[in-house]
Every structure is written in C-alpha cells, then in structure tokens.
C-alpha cells in the first residue's frame, strides 16, 4: 500500500469529548495586529473567540493571500507547470525525479485523491464540480477532462483567475471550466449543486476551519463527495490540549510568510465533518508520500532559472522560497502532516 | 464570464433572500466560438434556469432565444442558440447586480469578483 490508510474502527476511537471543542469558537483565529497586516496566531483549543480586531484581520488576509498568489503564481507556473500542490510519490523513494517526474506526481496526486475518495467508481456520476482555492486551474482542466463534468473554480486572486480561464481557452476546455474570484468562506453558489466539492492545499489558508467545513458541505449535493488535502499539524494526544510552544514557533514562522492563519489537525477535520452528520468519513496521513516535494522546489529554486526568476518576482516569493526550509523541518520532526479527508453528504 | 456560470452565481450578502439570478450590466461582450456538442447541451438544460439565461443572454444583447425551453427533445436549430447564449457569449467587462440589495460584483477582465465586504457577511 502506498498510501496509509487509517481503517475505519480509528475513526470511531477518537475521543468523544474532543468533538465539543469543535463548535465554532474553538477553531477560529485568535491574532494579534502586528504593524503588518500578518497574523501571527496560536490555534489552540477551547476557548477562542472572534474579536472585532479579528474581522477586519480577516479581510487583511484575504488580500495578503490575493497578493502572495498576484505575485507568485506567475513563478511557479514557470518552473513547476500548472498544478500547484504536492506531488504523490512511493514512499521511500531514493530516486532524484526529472521535473517530468515530479509533474507525474502532481498529476498522480489527483488520481490518488479521486481513488481515495471512492470517487473513480462513480466517475458517471459526477456532472459538476466546485474546486475550492484553485489555483491557475490545474486540478479543474485535469477533472473536467478526465469526468467531462463541468467544474468551477474560486480562488482568491484575480491573476489565477484570469490565467487559469486563458489555459482554459487555450486547452479548449472553457465550455466546461470557468473561473472565478470568491471566498471559499462565503461561496456565490446556491445549496446543494456540487457532486464533487475539491479542496486540493486551500485549506490551509482558512482562518475559519469550521466555517469553511460548513461551505464546503453546503454547497455539496446530496450523494455528493468533499474532498480535502490539506496541510495539518500533527494529531493532538489525549489530554494534550495544544501543540508545544516550539511546535507552535515553527509553524508560527511558516504562517507569516505563506499567509497561513491557522493549522489544525487531521482529527479536527474528521470531528466537524462528523459534527455535520456526513458519512462515509475517510482520513489518512500522506506525509510520508509528499516526502520529495519540498527538496525537489528547493532545487529547481536554487537552479539559474529559478534563482532569477525569485530575484524577478519580488519578495513574496523569496521570502516564500526562504522559508521552505522550514516545511522540511516540520514535516521531519513529525509537526506537519500532509493529511487527506474525505466524506459523502447523505442523500 | 459565460451565461452558463452566470446561471449558478448568488449573492450570498447576510439578509438578502433573493439571491439570484443577478442581473447584468454589460460594457463589452466578446463572442468566442466553442464546440458545438448536442449531448452537453440537453445535459445542461435540464439544469439551466431558463428565465434567467434568456434576460443575461438579452442583457448581453442575443435576444435569439424563446421565452421557454421546448418541452420535447429539442432540435438543432435550437440547441444552435442555446449553445450560442449559454457558451459563446461573454461578459468581459462589467456587473453582476443584485436584485434585492443593489449590490454590484465587478466582472472585469472576464473573471466576476464575488468577494464580500466584512460588513455583508
């Protein structure tokens, strides 16, 4: 088995009394304003509420994610190609990949994904998609080629946007793909129309996790499948109530600089789906999979091209390329999780 | 933006109840031919809302299409305009206007901004 999945009787052994930690307050972003408009959070349980400072950091973010995507979506599309989320590798892998190789894995990402799910048996069934932070569009042209659904993409930059509709055109699927700017947190659609909710590395830039569980389940058909991959902390132990205080500085500094306000668990996706009675929950760390990736975006940074192309883009991007490092780190001491999340609304 | 995303999009600002369709303003519509494939489209016209396809499609100037879908399989010269409104026509600049509120979401570059201010969520 490639992927470790984590078998059914470890999802009803989570502890009970962790799903009451879970109603709104407990996950939403408790910040302090520093002069920038970052957010430097602690996201631990209990007793976080939303101040009125909190709001308007809200829409701080929101335009630090729209301007750290504007920048440097432009660079990544350069050197990586379209498809900005990990790649899925065997585990233990010792062989350096081509680019061509790491692509593959990008793309197989998907497909692990999708078969995770249980979504490639009901290929027939899957008319119309939302993918949720969609970056220039990788994943949307990639589904709707591969299901000839429709899908629509939200992401919170205009320049995404814009390039993911002209690869659109330019692959000639714009009859079935569109994009859009919207927040996955108030998303323009009406209840209940997705068959497919995608949410490929968006999660993580959710101040609101519960909030952005509850969009992605309402606008989610009944019958229909959630999809979340994501980068989480590690699961908290029983009795652990947050994550330790280095723990916590690392991701800190991560935070700032990929203008992610909070990290949770695994475990804290899999208890507010639960708390929204949806079905067929499926959880599993990938961690070990996405091992090569972050070394491998290193490389190609530290490459001619790469290094030019950093010094082009400005400084969001290398402060984004200095700070990778940092990702290696967590997931090697066992902080950062790649996790992956699935569920069915019920009919 | 094409009239057949134009037909999932709402308003989703705190209060308001009716949140769709929205109306359009147009300042530039450009029309880009895209594939004509039969099965797509009575697909899709099982899902369109039809009253709010045929005012975007006005609003947009393709004033073509009849006021009600036809009941029975329908034929070409039909699915011909259908497809003409639904996917060929596009909004690259102007506004989405919310009927009950007022409120416009900007389309600029082809690419609607539905993003909400604080206070309208």
Known sequence: MKATLAPPSSLISLPRHKVSSLRSPSLLLQSQRPSSALMTTTASRGSVAVTAAATSSAEALREGIAEFYNETSGLWEEIWGDHMHHGFYDPDSSVQLSDSGHREAQIRMIEESLRFAGVTEEEKKIKRVVDVGCGIGGSSRYIASKFGAECIGITLSPVQAKRANDLATAQSLSHKVSFQVADALDQPFEDGIFDLVWSMESGEHMPDKAKFVKELVRVTAPGGRIIIVTWCHRNLSQGEESLQPWEQNLLDRICKTFYLPAWCSTSDYVELLQSLSLQDIKCADWSENVAPFWPAVIRTALTWKGLVSLLRSGMKSIKGALTMPLMIEGYKKGVIKFGIITCQKPL | ?121
Not at chain 2, 2 to 7: A, Q, S
Not at chain 2, 71 to 90: I, M, T, V
Request: proline letters at 6%; hydrophobic letters at 40%.
């Open chain 2, 1 to 121: 933006m094409r009239l057949i995303v134009h037909n999932m999009l709402t308003c989703n600002i705190k209060g308001v109840i009716n949140k769709f369709p929205l109306r359009i303003e147009a300042e530039k519509v450009i029309k880009k031919e895209v594939d004509f494939n039969p099965d797509f489209l009575r697909h899709m016209l099982a899902k369109i809302e039809w009253k709010a396809l045929v005012d975007g499609a006005r609003s947009m100037g393709y004033t073509e299409l009849p006021d009600h879908a036809p009941a029975l399989e329908s034929d070409e010269p039909f699915l011909r305009k259908f497809h003409h409104a639904l996917l060929e026509l596009n909004l690259e600049e102007g506004s989405l206007v919310c009927q009950e509120s007022g409120r416009k979401f900007p389309v600029e570059k082809r690419v609607p901004n539905m993003l909400l201010h604080e206070d309208e969520v």
